[in-house]
T-cell receptor, first 114, second 112 residues
Framework: AQSVTQLDSQVPVFEEAPVELRCNYSSSVSVYLFWYVQYPNQGLQLLLKYLSGSTLVKGINGFEAEFNKSQTSFHLRKPSVHISDTAEYFCAVSTTSGTYKYIFGTGTRLKVLA | DAGVIQSPRHEVTEMGQEVTLRCKPISGHDYLFWYRQTMMRGLELLIYFNNNVPIDDSGMPEDRFSAKMPNASFSTLKIQPSEPRDSAVYFC??????????FGDGTRLSIL
């Protein structure tokens, strides 16, 4: 079975500062990895995905993530955040075969301060 | 390209009433998922379909919950009878084979 851990429930950061949101996963088989963002009163929107290939993945809104197999991590980064990045961020994992179920982390609330 | 469409966006009803949530997936997507989101339990997968066939309903909390997908462009999640603890935001998502899931904006359900 797979699991996802997002250790930080909340991350406050000042505008224009860099940010890293942490995600660690556990799986005995190969995985796909995803980051989603949820703005208030909206559904989840895909930020980026890792399926295979380059371990550095670039997504929308200037976000990127790096897949580290040895550390079973998929941390999300942005070099300079904006007020509009304030939202909840979810990491998710699925296996590369069989089901298409996602296992979601508990989310990290990013609050960008002026 | 239209996204996943859910209706209603908000539903307030009294305990014991039947509740029906609706979802129109993105055209061409083979998979449809129903999730529930609460503060206490986070995002939970309730059930998912592949080509209109239920594949895994192990997340459905009780027999009061049922889901159907009569065709490729429509799915319902029904709660009968509803209870206050069913209050949550319910999301529908769809995906193509091997593709990422796309979420609707959700239905905020309040059971009084």
């Amino acid at each position: 079975a797979q699991s996802v851990t997002q250790l930080d429930s909340q991350v406050p950061v000042f505008e224009e500062a860099p940010v890293e949101l942490r995600c660690n996963y556990s799986s005995s088989v190969s995985v796909y990895l995803f980051w989603y963002v949820q703005y208030p009163n909206q559904g989840l929107q895909l930020l980026l995905k890792y399926l295979s290939g380059s371990t550095l993945v670039k997504g929308i809104n200037g976000f990127e993530a790096e897949f580290n197999k040895s550390q079973t991590s998929f941390h999300l980064r942005k070099p300079s955040v904006h007020i509009s990045d304030t939202a909840e961020y979810f990491c998710a994992v699925s296996t590369t075969s069989g089901t298409y179920k996602y296992i979601f982390g508990t989310g990290t609330r990013l609050k960008v301060l002026a | 390209d239209a996204g996943v469409i859910q209706s209603p966006r908000h539903e307030v009803t009294e305990m014991g009433q039947e509740v029906t949530l609706r979802c129109k997936p993105i055209s061409g997507h083979d998979y449809l998922f129903w999730y529930r989101q609460t503060m206490m339990r986070g995002l939970e997968l309730l059930i998912y379909f592949n080509n209109n066939v239920p594949i895994d309903d192990s997340g459905m909390p009780e027999d009061r919950f049922s889901a159907k997908m009569p065709n490729a462009s429509f799915s319902t999640l029904k709660i009968q009878p509803s209870e206050p603890r069913d209050s949550a935001v319910y999301f529908c998502a769809s995906s193509p084979s091997m593709g990422p899931q796309h979420f609707g904006d959700g239905t905020r359900l309040s059971i009084l």
